[in-house]
């Protein structure tokens, strides 16, 4: 489910699992803390994280895993994983990049956008709700405008878009983050350790109020919660109550 190739200071780390859209899974989860260690450990001075196929990462596998006890900590854990791995991280989105896709995406320091990737957070849809981390880093990235039309109304971003507002630092496909990360390997890497904490220190690990991660365990323990689910096995529009 993840395949990790090496070339000189970088490492290229897959999401491959393409045949489910490279849904999001324990094993995955798993394997992608598993990789990035390796990543470090090898000397690598770079790592860039792709998805296999069209699609970078249709977000957590809703035929299951995610409405299990444990995986919403097991995806924290992986994020956090991703965003303290003491070299550069670049996500090389060769495709759409939803929910917990995005969320990796978020947790990378550079983001390369192919021509027709999007990039959005259906969660509203489902009747699940992301955490506050994810809300005030897509803030951080793309502004409260954007991040509340993302969020409220579930709307996607192009490739485009994102790189004017700077999600998206170039538009290619994984051969230019590739070598993109090659140059970057290149530079002094105590220095760019000092940038990804400073960068990183946005404020979006703070610990919520008390109210707030309420309000979104709410959500996750909600009759509206089982009603997204009972509406994607059964191909239905689901009918929300607020309850």
Request: charged residues 20%; aromatic residues 4%.
């Amino acid at each position: 489910m993840i395949v990790s190739s090496v070339d000189g200071a970088v490492t290229t780390i897959t999401l491959d699992r393409p045949d489910k859209r490279n849904a999001l899974n324990d094993d995955v989860l798993a394997g992608i803390g598993d990789a990035f260690t390796a990543a470090v450990d090898g000397g690598s001075r770079v790592i860039v994280l792709t998805g296999a196929g069209t699609v970078f990462s249709a977000g957590a596998d809703l035929s299951g895993p995610v409405y299990e006890p444990g995986f919403l900590d097991k995806l924290v854990a992986t994020l956090q994983r991703i965003e303290a791995t003491p070299v550069p991280v670049i996500a090389a989105l060769n495709g759409a990049a939803l929910g917990a896709g995005l969320q990796l995406a978020m947790a990378a320091d550079l983001r390369v956008m192919a021509p027709d990737a999007i990039a959005g957070i259906p969660a509203a849809k489902l009747g699940v709700a992301v955490d506050e981390w994810t809300i005030r880093r897509l803030v951080s990235l793309v502004g409260a405008g954007q991040a509340s039309g993302m969020l409220i109304g579930c709307e996607p971003i192009s490739a485009d878009r994102a790189h004017t507002l700077g999600f998206a630092n170039r538009i290619g496909d994984l051969a230019d983050a590739q070598h993109w990360a090659a140059s970057i390997a290149e530079l002094a890497p105590l220095t760019l350790q000092h940038y990804k904490m400073v960068l990183n220190g946005d404020g979006a690990r703070n610990d919520p109020p008390a109210d707030r991660q309420a309000a979104m365990l709410k959500a996750w323990q909600s009759e509206d919660l089982a009603e997204g689910r009972a509406a994607r096995t059964e191909k239905r529009k689901p009918n929300f109550s607020g309850k």
